[in-house]
């Protein structure tokens, strides 16, 4: 059976220690079932593949951009390597200051939800930019809506995952 039994520290399921003991709770996510807790990981990796994608995945465009943009191809790499990429990825970064206390207050699932309708917006927007400075602000928003799922997906990972189950989840994630 895939049921988690409930109890002490000392709880165990299929003779595994498990640690955190799950609650009594119903909604605890460490009673989920495997293919729930497994559907919850997909979810947060394929939210990062996208973000990771959208982040670095632009500079196969740069034919695209040379004629959306009327730029030259030095143009477009210089552009390209300096600001789209580089501002993106600060962002990626500082918007881990917003997400995390955010996610600490609201939880975990409504930040994901709200960073992920984001991004999809942005990205979006930047299919649809005809300009690069609107090509750029909609590159530095992506960074920020991604930012959730760099430092909030391991969290949600260790929220789901007994502790043994966590490095497998992990090198999945």
């Not at 970064?93 to 939880?107: F, M, R």
Request: proline fraction near 7%; avoid cysteine; glycine fraction near 8%.
């Amino acid at each position: 059976s895939d049921k988690v039994q409930v109890g002490t520290p000392s709880s165990k399921h299929h003779g595994v220690g498990l640690w955190p003991p799950p609650s009594s709770d119903p909604a605890d996510p460490l009673r989920w079932p495997r293919w729930a807790k497994f559907l919850a990981l997909l979810a947060v990796a394929i939210f990062n593949f996208v973000a990771n994608f959208a982040g670095a995945g632009l500079s196969v465009a740069t034919v695209i951009l040379e004629m959306e943009l009327h730029k030259t191809p030095q143009q477009i790499n210089s552009l390209m390597s300096v600001k789209a990429v580089q501002y993106n990825f600060l962002l990626l970064g500082l918007g881990n200051l917003v997400w995390i206390p955010l996610s600490a207050k609201y939880g975990k699932r409504p930040i994901m939800i709200i960073s992920t309708a984001l991004l999809f917006a942005v990205l979006l927007w930047t299919a649809k930019a005809k300009t690069y400075p609107e090509l750029l602000a909609a590159r530095i928003l992506s960074g920020f809506a991604s930012a959730s799922g760099e430092s909030i997906g391991p969290g949600i990972v260790s929220d789901i995952f007994f502790l043994h189950e966590r490095g497998t989840a992990m090198s999945m994630y």
